[in-house]
């Protein structure tokens, strides 16, 4: 049977992801006691292959239940069940603006005193055991609805346990380190298009921009350490039973160098890892490199719905 445990910050978008596997043929269930997950997964795992259950586990379940969760899912290990642990995230600044514009309580105010940005805090804190468990974390802070339910489709659904799934991703520092980073690598060390006014206006994908950075040794040399360095770790890192890994480069605007640098990395790579997901966060793209693609890669502009749960 297929598992798959969506937890999370409240107003990171964990409804619209268990909607979306439940699009995709799970059997969803939102806000699951974790004490009966056991239980359930021994009602649907007499069929087999056929059964896919998606639920949603997170701070509204009842006091001491999560404590308990890590045991329990060291026990579903232990029986050989095939489950994955998706934790969702939101920057906690987001996620104040989110609740104030919909005017909703957040599920640990309702019984409480504390303040909305308390209450965001607290969470965070209770969910904490469960965010160091997750085999993938997504950061949905400037992902749209729509960006987030193909996520899900792309990364969770099609997921195979014995293939890691690796993730190269631009950024700006100047809009903050990714929440969802495994590995940060800084790029700001590079000669930066940005200083040239008639190249200020291009990206990373453009032939002009290439043709500057390809130009300097350093760019080719730091490039080559970086693969090297992937290629002698990732191996270690699936073997340690990891499924997902997200690679972030980023430099100052996240435009020029690190867009250029995940490219070429991509490129290289993609030979060994056969396909590889490709996210330029400033730029607003995302699409799949694959070893042998039946068309060049299409990019995905993504939109600017927030997802929420």
Same mark, same amino acid.
Request: proline fraction near 5%.
């Given at each position: ?86 934790? /969702?995230?939101? !920057?906690? *600044?987001? &996620?104040?603006?989110? +609740?104030?514009?919909?005017?909703? =309580?957040?599920?640990?105010? $309702? @019984? ?70 495994? /590995?940060?690598? !800084?790029? *700001?060390? &590079?000669?930066?298009? +940005?200083?040239?006014?008639?190249? =200020?206006?291009?990206?990373? $994908? @453009? ?70 997901? /490709? ?5 607003? &793209? ?24």
């Amino acid at each position: 049977m297929q598992l798959v445990i969506i937890s999370g910050r409240s107003g990171s978008g964990k409804s619209i992801a268990l909607q979306a596997l439940e699009d995709l043929g799970y059997y969803a269930i939102d806000n699951l006691p974790a004490m009966l997950l056991g239980s359930l997964v021994d009602q649907l795992r007499d069929q087999g292959d056929r059964a896919h259950l998606a639920v949603s586990i997170d701070a509204r379940n009842l006091p001491g239940a999560l404590e308990r969760l890590p045991s329990m899912l060291e026990e579903l290990r232990q029986r050989k069940i095939n489950f994955q642990v998706i934790y /969702l995230t939101t !920057d906690a *600044r987001i &996620l104040l603006e989110r +609740y104030s514009a919909t005017r909703r =309580r957040h599920p640990l105010t $309702r @019984d409480s005193e504390m303040t909305l940005e308390e209450a965001i805090n607290k969470e965070e804190e209770t969910l904490h055991d469960i965010r160091d468990l997750a085999d993938l974390l997504i950061d949905t802070s400037r992902l749209s609805v729509h960006d987030l339910r193909r996520r899900i489709t792309d990364q969770v659904a099609h997921q195979r346990r014995d293939k890691l799934t690796l993730t190269l991703e631009s950024f700006g520092y100047k809009r903050g380190v990714p929440l969802d980073a495994d /590995l940060v690598f !800084d790029v *700001r060390c &590079l000669p930066n298009p +940005y200083w040239d006014p008639t190249l =200020r206006q291009f990206t990373g $994908r @453009d032939a002009n921009i290439v043709a500057f950075l390809s130009g300097y040794p350093i760019v080719d040399a730091m490039s080559n350490d970086i693969q090297a360095w992937l290629e002698r770790w990732l191996p270690a890192y699936q073997d340690s039973q990891r499924s997902y890994m997200t690679i972030a480069i980023g430099c100052t605007g996240g435009q020029h160098r690190s867009v250029y640098m995940v490219e070429q990395l991509a490129e290289r790579l993609v030979h060994s890892m056969g396909e590889i997901q /490709l996210r330029h966060r400033e730029l607003g &793209l995302q699409y799949t490199l694959s070893e042998q693609p039946a068309a060049p890669p299409a990019a995905t502009q993504t939109g600017e719905q927030p997802a929420t749960s």
